[in-house]
């Protein structure tokens, strides 16, 4: 009887040994999810505020790159617009020293034709100023005759 009451009484501390290690284990277990439990709550009150705060941090920065790049693009169009007027005012410059160039031939050449046609004339005139004098001439050394 001895020997099986040392073995029910060494059984009954080995289960009440495991009995109090899951115990124990259990309450830890608890001890933790009861952690987390108050952790997540914590969390689901900041939340509102951290995802506000995320928010407005996102449109600052989505701001920021937005007129970062309009920046950009107005100076990029400001450049082009500047180039191209740079390049119809210097079209503009070379096309009226060119129509100053071609009055300055026209004038020239108006110059030429007129001395040309007063040459003309002038040969012309004395063409027939020889012409009479040869039929007088020739009148008179008909008449001669």
């Not at 059984?11 to 040994?17: A, C, F, L, V």
């Not at 009861?34 to 009150?45: I, M």
């Not at 020739?138 to 001669?144: L, R």
Request: proline content about 1%; hydrophobic content about 25%; overall charge negative.
């Amino acid at each position: 009887y001895g020997e099986k009451k040392t073995a029910l009484e060494k059984e009954i501390s080995e289960k009440k040994t495991t009995f109090e290690k899951e115990i124990s284990e259990r309450e830890s277990a608890v001890k933790e999810a009861e952690n987390e439990l108050n952790e997540l709550r914590k969390k689901t009150v900041e939340f509102p505020k951290i995802l506000e705060t995320e928010l407005e941090k996102l449109e600052k920065e989505t701001e920021k790159e937005l007129k970062k790049q309009y920046d950009f693009e107005k100076q990029l169009s400001e450049s082009q617009n500047k180039a191209e007027q740079q390049l119809k005012t210097q079209t503009i410059e070379t096309l009226k020293a060119k129509i100053k160039d071609q009055e300055t031939l026209i004038n020239q050449l108006t110059q030429k034709v007129n001395s040309s046609e007063n040459n003309v004339k002038q040969i012309a005139m004395k063409a027939m100023e020889t012409s009479s004098k040869e039929r007088v001439i020739t009148v008179e050394k008909e008449n001669k005759e």
